[in-house]
């Protein structure tokens, strides 16, 4: 169960101190923003509640103070819980609501801090073992102590969860929204770390021994941590993801039109503007020529179209009706190249327009309808 638990919390510390060092990556262009700075205290308290408890794990005694580790571990962690209700704030409502909802958590984390500090001492906490405060020891006010301090956890994940819907629908940045989405899953976690917890804790005081589950509290608090994490970082790298995400979509449909493009451009070397090169660092316009080359190639092959037929390819069985069409074109210009290559012009050749069902207006959909008749072309032409 020790290593575990040790596993658990170095994910959970490691999550926090990755999430502070990318932000502060961003300090001098960011630190004139409020709600940037509240951020960076957040993930500061963060790092100060797992490197309590890092030193509570290494010794008892902090500063001279027996347990005193544990003790900062939780103002912190009650801190911590106070600034991320403030950050959600600062990022979807109005600066005037926003001010008056600081002060009010502002107030109630002092109190909270405040109430534990206070029940620490008169339970004699310094000299108590550290375990007590691990689930209480049957002792009264160590128990009233545990308690209130899940309670100080739980409250904010349940309005943190309550909040993030409704501000989610309220922005219109994208990036935003995915953080919101995701900081309601990760308070939903650590809500049931705050359950887990206090399973452990009256169990503990009962008598009660639930063996391995114990550690579940620990899994929630790791998990929920990386997610929290996650999420306070979203705003400003989901962006890059998505674009990344866009970049590696649009490389892989310029791959897959490839050998549609190769054997089009063979038969009609006309169609490039510019040699063909393996540069990809302009991918955006090099995938635009490429679907444009395509559609000149196809073109260029009208005359030798035959339109009585429908190919003599087919698709699996149970495939889409798109999926259909595509086959039955990749089929089409398959013949049609050989056509072209033997010299062989149907008789029924007339083409009115090609693939005029497609809205090629739509750059989206275009190359999604061409990748798809580029891949039957390859399953075509690596059958026969």
Known sequence: MTTTRTLCFAIAALSSYAALVYRLCQVRRSWRDSAYRTLVVTLLLQCLTFTMGA?????????????????VMHLSAVAF????????????????????????????????????????FVADGPGRPASDFDTGSGQPLVLTYLLLFIVSQAVPCVTIFRQCGPYARMTDKAELRQALQLLSVAAVVLFLYCLARTVNILTAAGGVDIGVWKLASNVFSALGIVVLSLSLTMPSWGARIAKLLDWADSY?????????WRDLYESSPDIVLEPPGASVSDLDYRLHRRVIEIRDGWRDLRPYIDRTTNGSGTADPGASEESRQAFAEAARIRQALHAKRTGDIPDDNGDAGDF???????????????TKVASAYRRLSNVG
């Open 81 to 120: 819980c106070v600034s991320a209700q403030i950050i959600l704030l600062r990022w979807a409502i109005a600066d005037e609501e926003a001010v008056r909802g600081t002060r009010y958590w502002l107030i109630t984390g002092i109190a909270l801090d405040v109430l534990l500090t206070v029940l620490f």
């Open 252 to 260: 892989r449909s310029y791959r897959a039109l490839y050998p549609l």
């Open 55 to 71: 030193v509570a794990m290494g010794g008892k005694s902090f500063l001279g103070v027996g347990n005193l580790a544990i003790l």
């Open 356 to 370: 005029e069902d497609r809205d090629t207006d739509n750059f989206t959909a275009e190359v999604a309808w061409l």
